[in-house]
């Protein structure tokens, strides 16, 4: 049996993995293992690495369904944390060794690379690098099955505030990826949804 101990870390950016190595058949095992009670609760599992050492880290990032907005709560957090700290400790292929596993949601500087992370982004500021096209830098108006609909920002003078120019499409096979601006403040415009910062909000 296990030794777990759950750890509330909301405020991890990317996905979590940290120094951990590549995904292996473990993290994979623990993936298959985890998912299920994390979809009862109404999340996604974003991802399970393992950090190596005589004290193995089990970390899980885990996130909301891409059609709602906001972020995890620390409430959540914890509450899944000692949901899955029970699977875990009654893994019947688990082999014996202590572990710590800690349990955070996706931070602002996580990359968009795949279109649930646009979904989760609407209503956001983005830099989008596009392939064979110049890069975007724009609010993420709508996103669907076929790609991202951004409001870019149009450049005037120095120390006047950028302009809206029209909105763009972009399909989703002409974008290498993109990432969240952190704006400390936005009011809402028509069309856009509005801004959500928490600390533990995904982009």
């Given at each position: 049996m296990s030794n777990?101990?759950?750890t509330a870390s909301p405020d991890h950016t990317g996905t979590g993995s940290g120094s951990a190595p590549a995904h292996n058949p473990?993290?994979?095992r623990l993936r298959a293992l985890l998912e299920p009670a994390v979809?009862?609760?109404?999340?996604?599992l974003e991802d399970v690495a393992i950090i190596p050492g005589s004290h193995r880290v089990v970390h899980v990032v885990v996130d909301l369904p891409q059609e709602e907005s906001g972020g995890v709560s620390l409430d959540v957090i914890a509450d899944i944390s000692r949901v899955l700290s029970d699977v875990l400790d009654n893994d019947p292929n688990d082999d014996?060794?202590?572990y710590d596993l800690e349990v955070s949601s996706p931070g602002v500087g996580r990359p968009l690379t795949e279109p649930r992370h646009w979904y989760r982004a609407r209503g956001r500021m983005a830099k989008v690098n596009v392939i064979q096209g110049d890069n975007i830098t724009g609010r993420i108006q709508s996103v669907d099955d076929g790609g991202v609909t951004l409001v870019p920002e149009v450049a005037v003078k120095k120390g006047m505030k950028p302009r809206q120019g029209e909105p763009v499409k972009l399909p989703f096979d002409?974008?290498?990826n993109g990432k969240v601006e952190i704006e400390?403040?936005?009011l809402p415009e028509d069309g856009l949804e509005p801004e959500h910062n928490g600390p533990s909000e995904e982009a």
């Open positions: 777990a101990e759950a473990e993290a994979a979809q009862a609760n109404r999340l996604y014996g060794r202590p002409r974008i290498r400390f403040s936005h």
